[in-house]
Protein backbone atom coordinates (compact mmCIF):
# COMPACT_ATOMS: atom_id res chain seq x y z
CA UNK A 1 0.00 0.00 0.00
CA UNK A 2 0.75 3.52 -0.18
CA UNK A 3 1.15 4.18 3.54
CA UNK A 4 3.49 1.53 3.81
CA UNK A 5 5.55 2.44 1.17
CA UNK A 6 5.55 6.07 2.22
CA UNK A 7 6.98 4.80 5.81
CA UNK A 8 9.71 2.44 4.23
CA UNK A 9 10.61 6.18 2.25
CA UNK A 10 10.86 8.07 5.11
CA UNK A 11 13.09 5.37 6.79
CA UNK A 12 15.32 5.04 3.52
CA UNK A 13 14.40 1.52 3.91
CA UNK A 14 14.48 0.62 0.21
CA UNK A 15 15.09 -3.01 1.01
CA UNK A 16 11.59 -3.16 2.61
CA UNK A 17 10.14 -1.60 -0.54
CA UNK A 18 11.83 -4.03 -2.81
CA UNK A 19 10.31 -6.76 -0.56
CA UNK A 20 6.77 -5.78 -1.28
CA UNK A 21 7.57 -4.51 -5.32
CA UNK A 22 9.67 -7.96 -6.28
CA UNK A 23 7.01 -9.84 -5.05
CA UNK A 24 4.18 -7.56 -6.64
CA UNK A 25 6.16 -8.60 -9.80
CA UNK A 26 7.03 -12.18 -9.60
CA UNK A 27 2.86 -12.39 -9.20
CA UNK A 28 2.50 -10.37 -12.00
CA UNK A 29 4.98 -12.38 -14.23
CA UNK A 30 3.34 -15.51 -13.33
CA UNK A 31 0.15 -14.21 -15.03
CA UNK A 32 1.86 -13.00 -18.25
CA UNK A 33 2.74 -9.96 -17.56
CA UNK A 34 6.04 -9.02 -19.78
CA UNK A 35 7.38 -5.47 -18.07
CA UNK A 36 7.46 -3.69 -15.35
CA UNK A 37 6.47 0.33 -15.14
CA UNK A 38 7.17 1.98 -11.58
CA UNK A 39 4.60 5.17 -11.63
CA UNK A 40 6.76 7.00 -9.42
CA UNK A 41 10.09 8.91 -9.98
CA UNK A 42 11.45 8.22 -5.63
CA UNK A 43 10.84 4.74 -6.62
CA UNK A 44 13.69 4.20 -9.36
CA UNK A 45 15.79 3.88 -6.43
CA UNK A 46 15.02 0.26 -6.66
CA UNK A 47 14.78 -0.23 -9.96
CA UNK A 48 18.01 -2.05 -11.24
CA UNK A 49 17.66 -4.10 -8.07
CA UNK A 50 13.64 -4.88 -8.92
CA UNK A 51 14.71 -5.80 -12.67
CA UNK A 52 17.82 -7.94 -11.55
CA UNK A 53 15.58 -9.85 -9.30
CA UNK A 54 12.37 -10.22 -11.32
CA UNK A 55 13.87 -10.69 -14.72
CA UNK A 56 11.30 -8.31 -15.78
CA UNK A 57 11.96 -5.44 -18.53
CA UNK A 58 11.83 -2.36 -16.55
CA UNK A 59 10.77 1.09 -18.44
CA UNK A 60 13.36 3.58 -16.50
CA UNK A 61 11.84 7.06 -15.86
CA UNK A 62 15.47 8.77 -16.15
CA UNK A 63 16.22 6.50 -19.41
CA UNK A 64 12.85 7.79 -21.23
CA UNK A 65 13.68 11.45 -20.01
CA UNK A 66 17.27 11.29 -21.08
CA UNK A 67 15.97 10.30 -24.47
CA UNK A 68 13.78 13.23 -24.38
CA UNK A 69 16.43 15.54 -23.21
CA UNK A 70 18.90 14.35 -26.40
CA UNK A 71 15.97 15.36 -28.82
CA UNK A 72 16.62 19.06 -27.48
CA UNK A 73 20.02 18.47 -27.51
CA UNK A 74 20.37 19.65 -24.48
CA UNK A 75 23.27 19.01 -22.47
CA UNK A 76 22.82 20.60 -18.60
CA UNK A 77 19.57 20.48 -17.32
CA UNK A 78 18.10 20.71 -13.70
CA UNK A 79 16.35 17.95 -11.57
CA UNK A 80 13.28 18.76 -9.26
CA UNK A 81 11.08 16.28 -7.43
CA UNK A 82 11.36 14.55 -3.65
CA UNK A 83 14.92 14.77 -1.79
CA UNK A 84 15.67 11.54 -2.94
CA UNK A 85 14.93 11.75 -6.46
CA UNK A 86 17.51 14.94 -5.95
CA UNK A 87 19.80 13.50 -4.04
CA UNK A 88 20.38 9.69 -4.62
CA UNK A 89 22.40 8.98 -8.17
CA UNK A 90 19.54 6.79 -9.67
CA UNK A 91 18.37 9.40 -11.83
CA UNK A 92 20.79 11.82 -12.30
CA UNK A 93 23.33 8.50 -13.34
CA UNK A 94 21.03 7.68 -16.21
CA UNK A 95 21.93 11.30 -17.11
CA UNK A 96 25.39 11.16 -17.03
CA UNK A 97 25.72 7.97 -19.00
CA UNK A 98 24.57 9.76 -21.75
CA UNK A 99 26.17 13.08 -21.20
CA UNK A 100 23.95 15.09 -19.52
CA UNK A 101 25.24 17.21 -16.79
CA UNK A 102 22.60 17.51 -13.87
CA UNK A 103 22.08 20.39 -11.42
CA UNK A 104 19.88 20.12 -8.33
CA UNK A 105 18.63 22.99 -6.15
CA UNK A 106 20.31 23.96 -2.95
CA UNK A 107 19.39 21.82 0.64
CA UNK A 108 17.20 24.72 1.44
CA UNK A 109 15.30 24.45 -1.53
CA UNK A 110 15.45 20.70 -1.90
CA UNK A 111 13.82 20.84 1.60
CA UNK A 112 10.90 23.13 0.29
CA UNK A 113 10.58 21.14 -2.43
CA UNK A 114 10.38 17.66 -0.56
CA UNK A 115 8.16 19.51 1.83
CA UNK A 116 5.31 20.68 -0.52
CA UNK A 117 5.43 17.35 -2.27
CA UNK A 118 4.44 15.27 0.54
CA UNK A 119 2.47 18.54 2.79
CA UNK A 120 0.73 20.00 0.13
CA UNK A 121 0.64 18.12 -3.58
CA UNK A 122 0.01 15.10 -1.94
CA UNK A 123 -2.94 16.64 -0.35
CA UNK A 124 -4.49 17.95 -2.71
CA UNK A 125 -3.06 21.72 -2.19
CA UNK A 126 -1.91 24.01 -5.27
CA UNK A 127 -1.32 27.32 -3.63
CA UNK A 128 -0.41 30.10 -5.72
CA UNK A 129 2.17 31.15 -3.57
CA UNK A 130 3.78 27.53 -4.14
CA UNK A 131 3.73 28.15 -8.19
CA UNK A 132 5.59 31.56 -7.60
CA UNK A 133 8.36 29.64 -5.34
CA UNK A 134 8.91 27.09 -7.48
CA UNK A 135 9.05 29.11 -10.56
CA UNK A 136 11.58 31.77 -8.74
CA UNK A 137 13.60 28.21 -7.47
CA UNK A 138 13.35 27.07 -11.46
CA UNK A 139 14.66 30.63 -12.54
CA UNK A 140 17.50 30.29 -9.99
CA UNK A 141 18.88 26.56 -11.76
CA UNK A 142 18.53 28.66 -15.32
CA UNK A 143 20.98 31.45 -13.64
CA UNK A 144 23.25 28.19 -12.41
CA UNK A 145 23.32 26.99 -16.37
CA UNK A 146 20.20 24.89 -16.71
CA UNK A 147 18.82 24.81 -20.40
CA UNK A 148 15.63 22.48 -19.19
CA UNK A 149 14.09 21.37 -15.77
CA UNK A 150 13.19 17.79 -14.90
CA UNK A 151 10.32 17.90 -13.17
CA UNK A 152 10.70 15.07 -11.42
CA UNK A 153 7.97 14.29 -9.45
CA UNK A 154 4.23 13.27 -10.46
CA UNK A 155 2.98 15.89 -8.85
CA UNK A 156 4.68 18.95 -9.80
CA UNK A 157 2.78 18.82 -13.45
CA UNK A 158 -0.41 20.30 -11.58
CA UNK A 159 1.18 22.70 -9.73
CA UNK A 160 2.75 24.03 -13.13
CA UNK A 161 3.23 23.57 -16.94
CA UNK A 162 5.27 24.50 -20.05
CA UNK A 163 2.62 27.67 -20.57
CA UNK A 164 4.85 28.85 -16.93
CA UNK A 165 8.30 28.70 -17.91
CA UNK A 166 10.28 29.76 -20.80
CA UNK A 167 13.20 27.01 -20.71
CA UNK A 168 12.35 23.50 -21.91
CA UNK A 169 10.48 21.30 -19.01
CA UNK A 170 10.25 17.76 -18.68
CA UNK A 171 7.11 16.01 -17.32
CA UNK A 172 9.07 12.71 -16.47
CA UNK A 173 5.54 11.32 -15.77
CA UNK A 174 4.10 12.12 -19.32
CA UNK A 175 7.59 11.11 -20.54
CA UNK A 176 6.98 7.87 -18.71
CA UNK A 177 4.03 7.03 -19.65
CA UNK A 178 5.01 7.45 -23.85
CA UNK A 179 7.59 5.22 -23.07
CA UNK A 180 5.16 2.21 -21.53
CA UNK A 181 3.19 2.91 -24.64
CA UNK A 182 5.47 2.14 -26.45
CA UNK A 183 7.23 -0.36 -24.88
CA UNK A 184 3.62 -2.34 -24.92
CA UNK A 185 3.06 -1.60 -28.54
CA UNK A 186 6.59 -2.80 -29.95
Sequence with gaps: SYGEIKKNNDREDWQASLKLFK????????????????????????????????????????????????????RKVALIGTRFTMQKDFFKERLRDRGIETIIPNPEEQDYLHHTIFEEFGR??????????????????????AEGIILGCTEIPM?????????????????HARAAVDFALS
Aim: with cysteine; proline share 3%; aromatic share 4%.
Design 23 to 74: AACLNMKDAGVEGVILCANTMHVIARELEEQTGMPLIHIATATAAEIEKQKL
Design 124 to 145: DIFRPETKKKYLELMGELASRG
Design 159 to 175: LLGQKDFALPLFDTTRI
